[in-house]
């Protein structure tokens, strides 16, 4: 059987109108699973939890997974209140993006994101006992990790692998496009909102290296498996994430899903991403070296 694809929560700030078209749209694409909710800054309110709980209901409606998605590093009372509310919403499955969010939901079924570090059995055997439905692979590990991992998986317990998009490589308590703008964290004046697709971050010699979203930093370019979709199907990996940007998203969706019926199509639609990542894709981690490297090549 296929895996399912699923597009992943938006991490960057956008306007309320944008988002609310943007979901529009998703509604009327090949996307299985939705994941909606802030999990960068809670400053970031331009839809506030009814609202995602209504645009939650509106997608189901049209027939998709919905799972609402927390923040993924807490640091005020306020977003405890906030995160309690999401995990105690009754309706939907949540995806924990830290362990506050796994204690607070354990007894019932949840996902856990990328940012929750699970490198082994071991801890998968754990949060299964806890209720665990669902693992996001952490993006800094292997196909061979996997491999060792889905022979030994809780029985019950899906896997999903993030495919494409940019890669969540850190976060901290600093935000760092403000500092960028040399405003201070708490004077940010959402400066976020200027860039749709994070800030980009050159190393000394002037090329493309890190990408800045509020206080997480991202790689510059996109992780793109779509060229490993055939042993990923395989592996008997239940889940494929799609990571939302400003542009294409539409276009990304329906290449990695006709990819999925179609193996014969994945040398074209590898052509076609080219066109989409403005700093080229990187599938380093999956291959089990560094990240930012590229080891499949578009024929």
Known sequence: MNPKLSLGPVVYYWSRDTLLEFYEQ????????????????????????????????????????????????????SEMKMLRKICDNGTFMVEANDMAAVHILEGSSFVTGPSVNIYNTRALSKLAQLGLHRWVLPVELSHDTLVDMQANSPAGVETEVFVYGRLPLAYSARCFTARAQNLAKDDCQYCCLDYPDGLTLSSQDDKPFLTLNGIQTQSSCHCNLLSALPELTKMGVNVLRISPHSKHTDKV?????????????????????E????FGGCDGYWYGQAGMDKWHESD
């Open 26 to 77: 998703m509604a009327e694409l090949p996307i299985d699973i939705i994941y909606l909710g802030e999990t960068i800054c809670s400053k970031r309110t331009v839809l506030r939890l009814e609202d995602w709980l209504t645009l939650a209901e509106t997608l189901t409606a049209k027939g998709k997974e919905v799972v609402l998605s927390t923040l993924t590093l807490l640091e005020a009372e």
């Open 253 to 273: 969706i329906n290449i990695f899903h006709q990819g999925l019926r179609e193996a014969n199509s994945i040398p074209e639609g590898l052509k076609s991403l």
């Open 275 to 278: 066109r989409f990542m403005p």
